[in-house]
């Protein structure tokens, strides 16, 4: 049984029209117990209407960073999702469990590897935290982000991770792939079987 604490909401910024990222005050007293691996989730719990919701959501920051950060996209008739983009403030309080899962990267600097990552949407959240901290950690190592979603309106973390391409430029690329938008540096289409050998 997990056990939940109380953290005050540091900051929310709006990612993109449907989505936010949450940063979490992380008391000193706490700070071992939400000690994560790149690519873990975190448990939120709240009543929202009279009803217990809970929802795990994927840390989207480096283990190294000091922070506590997630990232949570509306969904159609999403009950939290809707709630934490609408309603949730800095200040507030939200009862939360330590990190779990096993989605992890665990970083070896004695082996100089190309790390090759393909997600679409929010799933970028757990991905994000895993390229920051290969990136930092594996200093020889090469990271090469596919990243798929409808229009760059809608992806999430586009900024952070055109800066992460210009601090990192020879070891880090990506190639973005719209659905529903052409560009001249992005696939127009899906991630699929020759996007893969493309990479």
Avoid: W
């Amino acid at each position: 049984m997990s056990s939940f604490h109380k953290l005050s909401i540091k900051n929310i910024k709006r990612e993109t029209d449907k989505a936010i990222s949450i940063s979490f005050n992380l008391p000193e007293n706490l700070k071992e117990a939400f000690a994560f691996k790149a690519g873990q989730y975190i448990t939120l719990k709240t009543e929202i209407d009279g009803n217990e919701v809970r929802r795990d959501y994927s840390l989207c920051v480096s283990p190294n960073s000091g922070e506590l950060k997630i990232a949570v996209k509306e969904v159609k008739d999403g009950t939290f999702s809707a709630y934490a983009n609408k309603t949730l403030k800095a200040g507030n309080t939200i009862e939360v469990a330590p990190p779990k899962g096993r989605f992890i990267f665990e970083p070896n600097d004695s082996k100089t590897k190309n790390i090759a990552l393909f997600t679409a949407g929010s799933g970028i959240t757990p991905v994000l935290s895993i390229i920051k901290y290969a990136l930092e950690e594996e200093v020889h190592s090469k990271v090469i982000l596919v990243y798929g979603n409808k229009t760059t309106k809608d992806t999430m973390f586009l900024n952070e991770l055109l800066e992460l391409q210009h601090t990192y430029k020879d070891r880090f690329s990506i190639q973005f792939v719209f659905s529903q938008q052409d560009e001249d540096d992005a696939i127009f289409g899906r991630i699929e079987k020759s996007t893969v050998n493309y990479v």
